[in-house]
């Protein structure tokens, strides 16, 4: 007889093993199936996040952050290196040890909360019954509710075939044992921005080639623009409007052909990654008879409580629309853990903070300039340059802006936009402004600590009413 558990939670990525961790403090008996290893072979929960995404990325951002700061920036201070070099290997390392010391921390909660955890690939039967296997090894369990939290996996392309050698996915970017002299980037979205980050700061020539016209879509035109600027003083070459159309190994070269608005090009690199978004981890997910409904592109259908069309089976994070971000996915997966114990559960999407981890840093919540005049929405705005604050001149790091969008009648913030250093932190203040309903004024009243780069927040704030302190309005 299969062991039966109050909750299974299919997935122990962010979604995943947070709606563990809650389904279990709520009192529900709970089993967590998940069938990643690590290169010694053994489980590593924490799904791409913690394995092959967020995690090892930000450990590599970091470390090729603290070589470019040494190669260009520490002579401002007086501090004077010379024949400094990057030694990768050690740089791996310490990546690795961070992720393991993490999803080894997933392990331990699992313990501490009384979590079962299944190592093996998660298969929904009929019956609410789940077939867990691990190699030649099969065996079932049963649940009252479960969770489908199965995560996602980059996208292939026909046109540049990986071979996992010189053509790489994301998560080969991340396990590259030597710095490419010339790095080819098929997408300049955040992964792709991220990744040719990293080794254009460790010395690669970097080209990224992005199909679309416009940078960065989906945040405010105005900061786009103004972290193209300092993207390309850099020396990314990014080039928008490409569309590759086919890609070649010559011996240990990728000849790569795209077009652009100039015709046919060619460039040729020694690593290519591909990097053109992601697409939800669901084939196979449920047998035939359970009738799970997906949409055409693999996303589970969900109502807005998460429920699929499957009675008491749930799915969150990657596996159902919306953005693809871990923390979306961990707070659907406390929602859904509150709506099965009976508590009220709500996830505000119109809020969720976005972020780009390049130098300068982008972040992001709410809506943008262009949403709201699609919606013919009132709205006033007010920006101010970190290069008028103190904190960021003093940190040699003077570049970016902070703009904020409110009503212009109720002068509720609506959204607030960022580029520039520790972006990333400074968002949160914005969240909390959104999440509490209030106005500009009320971020303009807030006194802030000088000098820190959150007066940019504060004079932002104070210049949508054209009344910022240290700027002409």
């Not at 254009?200 to 786009?224: C, K, S």
């Not at 006033?380 to 940190?395: D, E, S, Y």
């Not at 303009?444 to 932002?460: D, F, G």
């Amino acid at each position: 007889m299969a062991d039966e558990f109050d909750v299974v939670v299919i997935g122990a990525g962010p979604a995943g093993y947070v709606a563990a961790i809650r389904c279990a403090q709520l009192g529900m008996s709970t089993a967590c199936i998940d069938d990643r290893t690590d290169k010694q072979g053994k489980p590593s929960p924490g799904g791409t996040c913690l394995n092959v995404g967020c995690i090892p990325s930000k450990a590599l951002l970091d470390s090729a952050e603290h070589y470019h700061h040494l190669n260009h920036e520490f002579a401002a201070h007086g501090i004077r290196v010379t024949g400094a070099s990057i030694d990768v290997a050690t740089m791996m390392a310490r990546k690795d040890k961070i992720v393991s010391t993490l999803t080894g921390g997933i392990d331990q909660l699992f313990k501490a909360n009384k979590i079962t955890y299944l190592h093996g690939r998660g298969r929904l039967l009929p019956g609410n019954e789940i077939e867990v296997t691990a190699g030649e090894d099969t065996r079932r369990v049963r649940a009252i509710n479960v969770i489908i939290a199965s995560g996602s996996m980059p996208i292939d392309i026909s046109v540049a075939p990986l071979d996992h050698d010189l053509i790489i996915d994301s998560t080969g970017a991340l396990e590259l044992e030597e710095v490419p002299r010339r790095l080819g980037v098929i997408g300049a979205g955040v992964i792709g921005l991220e990744m040719g980050s990293v080794w254009r700061r460790l010395g690669a020539e970097v080209t990224l080639l992005e199909a679309m016209d416009d940078f960065l879509p989906a945040a405010d035109p105005n900061i786009a623009r103004d972290a193209l600027k300092q993207f390309k003083a850099q020396g990314l070459n990014i080039k928008l409007g490409c569309t590759v159309t086919r890609s070649e190994i010559s011996g240990r070269k990728v000849n790569v052909w795209y077009k652009d608005k100039n015709g046919e090009q060619q460039i040729e690199v020694d690593r290519l990654i591909v990097s053109v978004g992601r697409k939800p981890n669901t084939d196979d997910i449920a047998d035939d008879l359970v009738g799970l409904a997906k949409n055409e592109r693999g996303f589970i259908e969900i109502d807005d409580q998460w429920r699929t069309n499957v009675p008491n089976v749930y799915a969150v994070g990657d596996a159902v629309r919306g953005a693809m971000l871990a923390h979306k996915g961990s707070e659907e997966g406390v929602a859904v853990a509150e709506f099965i114990s009976g508590n009220y559960a709500h996830v505000n999407y119109d809020v969720i903070p976005w972020v780009v981890y390049t130098l300068p840093e982008i972040a992001w919540a709410g809506k943008t300039e262009q949403q709201l005049k699609d919606e013919d929405v009132p709205y006033r705005t007010g920006a101010f340059p970190f290069a008028a604050t103190g904190r960021a001149r003093a940190m040699e790091q003077p570049v970016g802006q902070v703009r904020i969008i409110a009503h212009e009648r109720s002068d509720k913030v609506l959204g607030v936009h960022i580029v520039g250093p520790y972006a990333s932190e400074l968002i949160a203040e914005a969240v909390v402004a959104m999440e509490m309903q209030a106005t500009s004024e009320d971020i303009a009243r807030i006194v802030h600590a000088h000098p820190t780069l959150s007066e940019a927040m504060h004079e932002a704030a104070l210049a949508v009413d054209k009344r910022a302190i240290h700027k002409a309005n």
